[in-house]
């Protein structure tokens, strides 16, 4: 039986993405890294599924997979991917997402970007979560990371070069962070820039992570680094976070792309 997919990337941060509404698939942890494996499979830095919703006010119920089969609380970058999608296929441009984190609208600019209210942060040691009461402005590790919840959770390093990058696969493995965590690297180019780069929990450096991007700029306001609209450069390309003050929900506005849709037979996968 083959299965239609969507092929889709947020700034190179790319997904493959499964439409369960009409019923469930097989999917496995272990089908879904082998889907993911690049040269055994599709290839992708996430496997996104969606189905109905159970929550009032949203549209459509979206769950994110990393390659190594576990399962992330929030995505941001195929947030927008599947905000585009509900677009192109229903003509609603400003879809409800109902994820781990939280339901989360999400809007399109004139100009055709996403954005997607991401929720507010969460701070408290038990939130991200961490092994122990620390404070969370300053973890008790080389290099004084912080770290914050968007839903899944991340630890930011401030660092003057990306030396740092290559322990990113250690850090996630920190017996600090229980259910490990995605490793951020940010360099403050002024108040309103950060250059990111993200090594992922399952999943390695990808060239952008938008709750990666969120959780820096809140860590970086934080820490009083950065103003509460920033603009975070990653390796893929560029997000525009701002930290309401109003609502103190982190809003998220970059691009969403297809590269292409397919067909694949799950069943020839390994469960
Ligand atoms: N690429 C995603 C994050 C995936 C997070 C995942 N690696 C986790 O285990 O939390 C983003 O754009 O936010």
Same mark, same amino acid.
């Given at each position: 039986?083959?299965?239609?997919?969507?092929?889709?990337?947020?700034?190179?941060?790319?997904?493959?993405?499964?439409?369960?509404? $009409?019923? %469930? #698939?097989?999917?496995?942890?272990?089908?879904?890294?082998?889907?993911?494996?690049?040269?055994?499979?599709?290839?992708?830095?996430?496997?996104?599924? #969606?189905? +109905?919703?159970?929550?009032?006010?949203?549209?459509?119920?979206?769950?994110?997979?990393?390659?190594?089969?576990?399962?992330?609380?929030?995505?941001?970058?195929?947030?927008?991917?599947? *905000?585009?999608?509900?677009?192109?296929?229903?003509?609603? *441009?400003?879809?409800?997402?109902?994820? !781990?984190?939280?339901?989360?609208?999400?809007?399109?600019?004139? /100009?055709?970007?996403?954005?997607?209210?991401?929720?507010?942060?969460? =701070?408290?040691?038990?939130?991200?979560?961490?092994?122990?009461?620390?404070? =969370?402005?300053?973890?008790?590790?080389?290099g /004084?990371? *912080?770290?914050?919840?968007?839903?899944?959770?991340?630890? =930011?390093?401030?660092v003057s070069d990306f030396g740092m990058v290559a322990q990113?696969?250690?850090?996630?493995?920190? &017996?600090?962070? &229980?259910? !490990? +965590?995605?490793?951020?690297f940010?360099?403050? %180019?002024? &108040?309103?820039?950060? !250059?990111?780069?993200?090594?992922? !929990?399952?999943?390695?450096? $990808?060239?952008?992570?938008?709750?990666?991007?969120?959780?820096?700029?809140?860590?970086?306001?934080?820490?009083?680094?950065?103003?509460? =609209?920033? $603009?975070?450069?990653?390796?893929?390309?560029?997000?525009?976070?701002?930290?309401?003050?109003? $609502?103190?929900?982190? #809003?998220?506005?970059?691009?969403?792309?297809?590269?292409?849709?397919?067909?694949?037979?799950?069943?020839?996968? &390994?469960?």
């Amino acid at each position: 039986m083959l299965t239609s997919f969507y092929k889709m990337h947020g700034l190179g941060n790319d997904f493959v993405i499964l439409d369960e509404r $009409t019923g %469930d #698939l097989p999917l496995t942890p272990g089908r879904i890294a082998a889907l993911a494996h690049r040269r055994r499979g599709i290839g992708c830095d996430q496997l996104v599924t #969606l189905r +109905a919703p159970t929550a009032d006010g949203a549209d459509v119920l979206v769950r994110f997979f990393n390659p190594d089969g576990s399962e992330a609380g929030a995505c941001g970058n195929a947030s927008r991917c599947v *905000a585009d999608l509900v677009w192109r296929c229903s003509g609603n *441009a400003t879809p409800v997402l109902q994820t !781990r984190a939280g339901v989360l609208p999400t809007s399109r600019t004139s /100009d055709g970007l996403i954005t997607v209210d991401m929720g507010a942060p969460r =701070t408290h040691w038990q939130d991200v979560p961490l092994a122990m009461a620390v404070d =969370t402005l300053h973890l008790p590790l080389p290099g /004084d990371p *912080a770290a914050a919840s968007m839903g899944n959770p991340h630890a =930011t390093f401030f660092v003057s070069d990306f030396g740092m990058v290559a322990q990113g696969h250690a850090l996630e493995h920190d &017996p600090i962070f &229980p259910e !490990r +965590a995605n490793i951020g690297f940010a360099r403050m %180019d002024g &108040p309103h820039h950060m !250059r990111l780069k993200v090594h992922e !929990r399952g999943a390695g450096v $990808t060239e952008a992570c938008g709750s990666g991007a969120c959780a820096a700029v809140v860590n970086a306001v934080r820490r009083g680094l950065a103003a509460r =609209t920033c $603009t975070v450069e990653l390796d893929g390309g560029t997000l525009h976070i701002v930290w309401s003050e109003q $609502t103190g929900h982190v #809003l998220m506005t970059g691009s969403a792309t297809t590269a292409f849709e397919g067909t694949v037979d799950l069943a020839a996968y &390994p469960s």
